[in-house]
């Protein structure tokens, strides 16, 4: 395992928050979140951000050069050693983009992991997502004991619906994921390893067990 980095892909929905955090814990990898990182980039105003900004109010995918651009600031802004990537890349051209920045700044290639989630399951699971604005915390109706409105148990913030988590955005972003990652699974079943794992129909912790588990598969 010490040397791969790890890439974590699937539909929004899919669990990468959660299942990141398993693998966090059982291999040491640093986790970067291009969500947060977008988000962060948006809420700091830079440049890239606002461009950013743009693209997401759109429920659009931000163009791969505003991507790799923060991306790469962060790798170089942190030298980690290990890196698990979470919802990057999602095109060919950010994969090719995402080698060289690793290479640049010496990080190992990458065991990616697919998480397969049926669209239905994804509009179930993330219509009901909430988030608090204060902490950013993500609740969810079907687990928490909260609605929109709601003070958030953690740090008595407001929670909200996120604009990108209505009903009508996120069949959207499945739209755009399903349409745009096509060509990259197929990069990667190529160039390998790739692992798919079905993550549905099971405990929250067993998935992330079954996840685990065919990392280490991969990396033997
Ligand atoms: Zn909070």
């Given at each position: 395992?010490?040397?791969?980095?790890?890439?974590?892909?699937?539909?929004?929905?899919?669990?990468?928050?959660?299942?990141?955090?398993?693998?966090?814990?059982?291999?040491?990898?640093?986790?970067?979140?291009?969500?947060?990182?977008?988000?962060?980039?948006?809420?700091?105003?830079?440049?890239?951000?606002?461009?950013?900004?743009?693209?997401?109010?759109?429920?659009?995918?931000?163009?791969?050069?505003?991507?790799?651009?923060?991306?790469?600031?962060?790798?170089?802004?942190?030298?980690?050693?290990?890196?698990?990537?979470?919802?990057?890349?999602?095109?060919?051209?950010?994969?090719?983009?995402?080698?060289?920045?690793?290479?640049?700044?010496?990080?190992?290639?990458?065991?990616?992991?697919?998480?397969?989630v049926s669209d239905d399951e994804v509009v179930s699971r993330l219509s009901g997502r909430l988030q608090c604005h204060n902490c950013a915390k993500i609740y969810n109706t079907r687990y928490d004991q909260i609605e929109a409105g709601s003070e958030c148990p953690a740090c008595e913030g407001e929670v909200y619906q996120?604009?990108?988590?209505?009903?009508?955005?996120?069949?959207?972003?499945?739209?755009?994921?399903?349409?745009?990652?096509?060509?990259?699974?197929?990069?990667?079943?190529?160039?390998?390893?790739?692992?798919?794992?079905?993550?549905?129909?099971?405990?929250?912790?067993?998935?992330?067990?079954?996840?685990?588990?065919?990392?280490?598969?991969?990396?033997?």
């Open positions: 395992m010490e040397k791969y980095n790890l890439i974590l892909l699937g539909p929004p929905g899919a669990g990468k928050g959660t299942h990141a955090e398993a693998l966090k814990r059982e291999f040491n990898v640093e986790h970067i979140s291009t969500g947060d990182m977008l988000r962060a980039a948006v809420r700091g105003g830079t440049e890239l951000g606002k461009l950013a900004q743009e693209y997401m109010n759109a429920g659009a995918l931000v163009p791969d050069e505003v991507v790799i651009g923060i991306v790469r600031d962060r790798l170089i802004a942190t030298r980690p050693e290990r890196v698990l990537f979470d919802g990057f890349p999602r095109t060919p051209a950010q994969a090719e983009a995402l080698e060289q920045v690793c290479l640049q700044v010496g990080l190992p290639r990458a065991i990616v992991i697919y998480l397969e996120r604009e990108d988590d209505k009903a009508e955005a996120i069949r959207q972003r499945l739209r755009v994921y399903r349409e745009q990652t096509a060509p990259l699974f197929d990069y990667y079943r190529y160039r390998g390893p790739l692992v798919e794992v079905r993550a549905e129909g099971s405990t929250i912790e067993a998935l992330s067990a079954e996840v685990v588990a065919a990392v280490r598969g991969a990396a033997d």
